[in-house]
Antibody, heavy 121, light 107 residues
Framework: EVQLVESGGGLVQPGGSLRLSCAAS????????MSWVRQAPGKGLEWVAN????????YYVDSVKGRFTISRDNAKNSLYLLMNSLRAEDTAVYYC??????????????WGQGTLLTVSS | EIVMTQSPATLSLSPGERATLSCRAS???????LSWYQQKPGQAPRLLIY???TRATGIPARFSGSGSGTDFTLTISSLQPEDFAVYYC????????FGQGTKVEIK
């Protein structure tokens, strides 16, 4: 059974840093692109970043470029999101999601339960 | 950035009725790269449709998708009680963006 379990959320002051983790199991982690997707309270979904199977390519939404870093450790079946210079508008539930390759597209076929980040003084 | 616009924002229907949800892209998106997700309160999203019209594993046949270019549609042929939720379209033709969601609520 595919499982994605996020951790590391919490309350952080503006300007602070935090690292989120996602532990993957039930599939061959090193063969999938992975993403972080967030959802502000009461709002819609926003893709944040993704990373290639071997970690060699990474992409970010403009609003987090230069502040967030996605990484992975395939030996540990884990995905990470290091978040610096946090702002109130980064407050959200952060989901780890697996990208399934279907032809040329890679929709998100499995999601974790999410971890809540609150940025507030 | 490709902006995805969904309409209506809220759809009020009764069980058994047909639901038609629209999603429009700000520029042409190959149908291969259009997906739909369902999200219920307190839960993670679930993939319903990919490639604009292919149901994901385990998704009932009452869910269908169609469209091409900039206009896409998700249809639920006969709403079941468990279908009342928020639905999002998403493109991964150019990075990834989601629509703002359509809430299907019980009338």
């Amino acid at each position: 059974e595919v499982q994605l379990v996020e951790s590391g959320g919490g309350l952080v002051q503006p300007g602070g840093s935090l690292r989120l983790s996602c532990a993957a199991s039930g599939f061959t982690f090193r063969t999938y692109w992975m993403s972080w997707v967030r959802q502000a309270p009461g709002k819609g979904l926003e893709w944040v970043a993704n990373i290639k199977e071997d970690g060699s390519d990474k992409y970010y939404v403009d609003s987090v470029k230069g502040r967030f870093t996605i990484s992975r450790d395939n030996a540990k079946n884990s995905l990470y999101l290091l978040m610096n210079s946090l702002r109130a508008e980064d407050t959200a539930v952060y989901y780890c999601a697996r990208e399934i390759k279907l032809g040329a597209a890679r929709p998100f076929d499995y999601w974790g339960q999410g971890t809540l980040l609150t940025v507030s003084s | 950035e490709i902006v995805m616009t969904q309409s209506p924002a809220t759809l009020s229907l009764s069980p058994g009725e047909r639901a038609t949800l629209s999603c429009r892209a700000s520029q042409s998106v190959s149908s291969n790269y259009l997906s739909w997700y369902q999200q219920k309160p307190g839960q993670a999203p679930r993939l319903l449709i990919y490639g604009a019209s292919t149901r994901a594993t385990g998704i009932p046949a009452r869910f269908s998708g169609s469209g091409s270019g900039t206009d896409f549609t998700l249809t639920i042929s006969s709403l079941q009680p468990e279908d009342f939720a928020v639905y999002y379209c998403q493109q991964d033709y150019n990075f990834r963006t989601f629509g703002q969601g359509t809430k299907v609520e019980i009338k």
